[in-house]
């Protein structure tokens, strides 16, 4: 069964590299991030979570720039996942208008919000990362749309998940999505947080 219901220009894309048919992830859990709710996606390795990822944030964001300040965030767990996921992001965007923009903490935070400032619709970065910009007020959360975070294994770890509890109180409204191999009981306890009213999606 094909895709259904995507942009036009992400259906271009898609027969481009060939995809014609969503993995049984995408076709459960597309229409339901589409419909704006928060959702946890948990599948294995190389069922298509990251092509899910990218999918749904362009359709969210119909495919073109609006304004300067960014309207989907991707959270990662470290600076090469950023560069990876910017690297694919990239391949989606290139025929479009969509500004991606990928920092880490490797990246002096000053040079981060000099560059956020000049307009990004797609920010990809790390917890620390993104909670520096966030305390500093170095990036704008006024138009956030979508917040994905992609092998939330990571918030795990202490560090990581005080910082998306930081970042998570300072964002009025958005939606969240998070994908992860496994629904670890810290993950399932972001449902009294940030992910209320979740829904769940698993293969």
């Known amino acids: ?43 294995p390795k190389d069922s298509g979570k ?9 359709q969210r964001l119909k495919c073109e720039a609006v304004g300067d300040a960014p309207r989907a965030v991707v959270l990662v767990a470290n600076k090469e996942r950023a560069i990876e996921l910017y690297v694919a992001f990239l391949e989606y965007t290139k025929h479009n208008s969509l500004r991606v923009y990928v920092g880490h903490e490797h990246l002096h935070v000053d040079i981060q919000k000099s560059e956020i400032f000049m307009g990004v619709d797609i920010l990809i970065s ?29 918030l795990v770890q202490k560090s990581s998940y005080s910082a ?5 109180q300072s964002i009025k409204k958005c939606q969240y999505v998070l994908y992860s191999e496994k629904m670890h009981p810290i993950l399932k306890r972001f449902e009294s947080h940030f992910m209320e009213y979740s829904k769940k999606v698993s293969v």
């Open 164 to 168: 998306i509890m930081s970042i998570a």
């Open 126 to 154: 790390t917890p620390k990362s993104m909670n520096t910009l966030f305390l500093m007020n170095g990036v704008s959360i006024s138009q956030l749309k979508i917040f994905s975070i992609d092998d939330a294994e990571f």
């Open 50 to 58: 990251t092509t899910t990822l990218i999918l749904t944030t362009l």
């Open 1 to 43: 069964m094909p895709f259904k219901k995507l942009h036009p220009n992400i259906l271009e894309k898609l027969t481009t590299f060939e995809i014609e048919a969503p993995t049984p992830l995408q076709s459960k859990s597309i229409p339901i991030i589409k419909s704006g709710a928060n959702v946890y996606c948990t599948a």
